[in-house]
């Protein structure tokens, strides 16, 4: 079964709005990272939070992590055309080597 | 240039053939992984090896072998192709197993149809 679950599935804003994604998990982990994937490409690494972290900022990307819920959120602001792209949450279970990944968020921003 | 190459980027054979992926990174990285992307995004893991040693086989069938000559390469060979093989397998690496846990860097993709 997937580790992490990200909702909504799609999300359609207007350029400049912000966009709110979420993701849930099962297991107690040790970081939970966040990724875009821009259509027919791979992954790229944005941005990663760790188990006794809340909250972090990396340009206008902020991500807060709730161990208590198992949930992260990824909030991207002022959005722009160019962060049309599928994000996906991916953790590492507290005792395993591999990263396990959502369903993602497939976001659109139209300009 | 490119940290983590994958080749061919798109591969069409029909059911029954036995096929290859080639994966490269320059990175210096010890660690290596083949994802499997179905036709809903979900990103599934099949392996990991580190330094060439196999450390992970997510009960992939045993159609899919994995290969690593040397701890920058990463192959996969598919034997008996099917239908449901049909998807995007990406490579990934990470500067080890437990640097793994601070993200991966991915290729770009081979998307795999099978006719």
């Known amino acids: 079964s997937q580790q992490g679950e990200e909702d909504p599935q799609a999300l359609s804003i207007q350029e400049g709005e912000n966009a709110t994604m979420n993701c849930s998990y099962k297991?107690?982990?040790?970081?939970l990272q966040w990724y875009r994937q821009n259509s027919g490409r791979g992954l790229v690494h944005l941005i990663l939070i760790r188990s006794n972290e809340r909250e972090k900022h990396s340009g206008r990307l902020r991500v807060t992590l709730d161990t208590s819920k198992k949930s992260s959120s990824l909030l991207i602001t002022a959005s722009r055309a160019a962060d049309t792209a599928s994000y996906f949450c991916?953790?590492?279970?507290?005792?395993?080597?591999?990263?396990?990944f959502g369903s993602g968020t497939r976001l659109l921003v139209r300009p | 240039d490119t940290a983590v190459s994958q080749t061919p980027k798109y591969l069409v054979t029909q059911m029954g053939n036995d096929k290859s992926i080639k994966c490269e990174q320059n990175l210096g990285h010890d660690t290596m992984y083949w994802y499997k992307q179905d036709s809903k995004k979900f990103l599934k893991i099949m392996f990991s090896?580190?330094?060439?040693?196999?450390?992970i086989n997510e009960t992939v069938p045993n159609r899919f072998s994995p290969k690593s000559p040397d701890k920058a390469h990463l192959n996969l060979h598919i034997n008996s192709l099917e239908l449901g093989d049909s998807a995007v397998y990406f490579c990934?690496?990470?500067?080890?197993?437990?640097?793994?846990?601070?993200?991966?860097?991915f290729g770009s993709g081979t998307r795999l149809t099978v006719v």
């Open positions: 990934a690496s990470s500067h080890s197993l437990l640097q793994g846990r601070n993200g991966y860097t």
């Open positions: 297991t107690s982990i040790n970081n």
């Open positions: 991916a953790t590492d279970k507290d005792s395993s080597y591999k990263l396990i």
């Open positions: 090896y580190n330094n060439k040693e196999l450390i």
